[in-house]
């Protein structure tokens, strides 16, 4: 069964970093377009970042640009974000998700066909 899980989450200070792991089972990831998104309290989930395969491109949501980074290790079938400098508003569920028949720069998390459960991200102000 095909699995992501994410890693990594916990309750940091303003200003803090983190740096969020999902690791791939089942299959092998290395060929999808990946991504990050995330569900603040009481709002929709939106898409922060995206890598295509080979780390040929990437891409931010303009609210973490500059501050998150997102990589991958196909050889561990893993993806990470890096986070900086964080701020309470980046408060939210972080989940990472798999396009396995990418046709562009996926945003739209309904073009995403694999999802991992989530990693809580609080950021105390």
């Known amino acids: 069964q095909e699995q992501l899980i994410e890693s990594g989450g916990a309750l940091v200070r303003a200003g803090d970093s983190l740096k969020l792991s999902c690791v791939g089972s089942?299959?092998?990831?290395?060929?999808?377009?990946m991504g990050w998104f995330r569900q603040a309290p009481g709002k929709d989930r939106e898409f922060v970042a995206g890598?295509?395969?080979?780390?040929?491109?990437?891409y931010y949501a303009d609210t973490v640009k500059g501050r998150f980074f997102i990589s991958r290790d196909d050889a561990k079938n893993a993806l990470y974000l890096e986070m900086n400098n964080l701020q309470p508003e980046d408060t939210a569920v972080y989940c990472c998700?798999?396009?396995?028949?990418?046709?562009?720069?996926?945003?739209?998390?309904?073009?995403?066909?694999?999802w991992g459960r989530g990693t809580q991200v609080t950021v105390s102000s």
């Open positions: 998700a798999s396009d396995a028949d990418a046709q562009g720069l996926s945003r739209l998390e309904s073009l995403f066909d694999y």
């Open positions: 890598i295509t395969w080979g780390s040929m491109i990437i």
């Open positions: 089942g299959r092998t990831f290395s060929g999808d377009l």
